[in-house]
Structure formats: C-alpha cells, structure tokens
C-alpha cells in the first residue's frame, strides 16, 4: 500500500517515481477506472514509455497525412 499524509490540504499520497507527496486528486495524477494511477502526471508525462508511444503515433499519423496528400 502506497504511503499517504494528511495535511492542511487534504490527504497526500506519495508518486511511486518521484516520491514526492502530492494532493489525492486529478490534478496532481491521472485517473485510472476511477482510481489514482502510481505515479504523478508530471512522471508520467517523463516516462520513456509514455513518450515512445506519443512518438509512435505522431509518426502514424504524418504518414496517414503523407498517403493522402499523394495519392
């Protein structure tokens, strides 16, 4: 279970990547099925991962432009 602190602002939980404590809520993480993902937006969005796959679809989708604007 992920470590959490209550705090003037409300309860905070710990990013499993950073480990920095932010606010519980969909500001500081991503949602998942109704459910904070494990790690902040801001590790998420640095995650090699995250970044191969918006490259990847980036690539597919200057290809689809490509093939229309030949054809």
């Given amino acids: 279970m992920r470590k959490s602190i209550e705090t003037e602002l409300g309860t905070e939980v710990q990013c499993a ?3 920095n404590f932010w606010p ?3 500001e500081f ?3 998942d099925r109704g459910r904070l993902r494990s790690r902040c ?3 998420e969005k640095d995650s090699p991962t995250r970044q191969a796959f918006w490259a990847k ?3 597919q ?3 689809g432009r490509n093939t229309i604007a030949t054809a």
């Fill in 17 to 19: 990547a950073c480990k």
């Fill in 24 to 26: 519980a809520d969909g």
């Fill in 41 to 43: 937006r801001a590790c």
């Fill in 57 to 59: 679809r980036q690539q």
């Fill in 61 to 63: 989708r200057n290809e």
């Fill in 29 to 31: 993480y991503f949602m």
